[in-house]
């Protein structure tokens, strides 16, 4: 008997073995949907019940992997549409920061972790789904201000690779209708005119120096590096601030009046630097830092020599444990 028809007998197990290898791929395809980490773990508890209660009438006309493809979009759209995925409060900050440059709309934004992303590098040529141009902030988060077919499209043809036939079936629409979405889809992705990502070894170099630079509360050093439209964002926050004499504002008005200690720790996201930042406060007398407390993440985004935009998400640590390849607990 096929793992297939063990798991449409019943056989837990058997469900496991048939679904764990698309895991990561469907999260980060519910992920690049919904822009959020929590978000896409929420949507994938529904779409492994609803493969698990639909497995019975699955007739093998397409493969399982299109089958729970077809599943994970129509969920995703499903929790968009119910309103599912609500923008987190915002959070009021310490300080009395300057006035934003704007406000931003995608708040519930958050990073996916590199190390995910690397479970998909030996998975085939058929994931299609670690490319940086694929993962990065930028894309994900104009992926949210598209309409949700719009994006749906898009990610299943140009990221995914389906045939448009196919995601016309997959999505119950023509496809007429496909293409249509599609054109409208590409043509609202921004032109990235900001110069080209530089080699490992120079990112790897310049986000050092950013980290060492914000550690030691260096505004100076860190405006040197920006780019003169560079934009600083704070999900869930939704101030965001354009230029260097704005982003240092911002940085000085929050480092007034600040004790404890900032420290950074290299972690990788969307395949872009990033780093896991840290409040801590000095031992008293001992040398030992305590009551260390995680305040945040940075991701960078690099062109060419210079930084075009800091990513600083405020929200708790935006990585659920939960969501691991064996499954969701």
Known sequence: MTVLAQAQAGDEEAFRELTAPYFRELHLH????????????????EVLLAAWRGLGGFAG????????????????????RDGKRRPPAEPVPPFDPPAPSRRG???WLQPYPDEWLHELTDAGPETHAVRRENVELA???????MPPKQAAALLL?????????????????SPTAIKGALQRARAALPVDSRGPIPDASAERQLAKRFAEAFVADDITTITSMLTDDAWLAMPPAPH????????????RASNEGRTSIVELEESGANLQPAFRCYFTNPGAGTGERQDRRYAGHIVLDIRGSHIVRITRFLDDDPVPRRAQRDGIN
């Open 105 to 107: 709309d995608v708040t």
């Open 157 to 173: 043809v140009d990221v995914l690779g389906f045939s448009t036939p196919d995601v016309a079936e997959l999505m119950d629409t």
């Open 139 to 145: 894309f994900v988060a104009a992926l949210q201000r």
């Open 240 to 251: 965001e601030y354009y230029g260097p004499a704005a982003i240092a504002a911002f940085l």
């Open 30 to 45: 519910c992920y690049r949907m919904l822009g959020s980490v929590t978000d896409a773990d929420d949507v994938m508890q």
């Open 61 to 80: 006309r397409s493969s399982v992997r299109t089958w729970l493809y077809r599943i994970a979009t129509n969920r995703c759209l499903n929790a968009i």
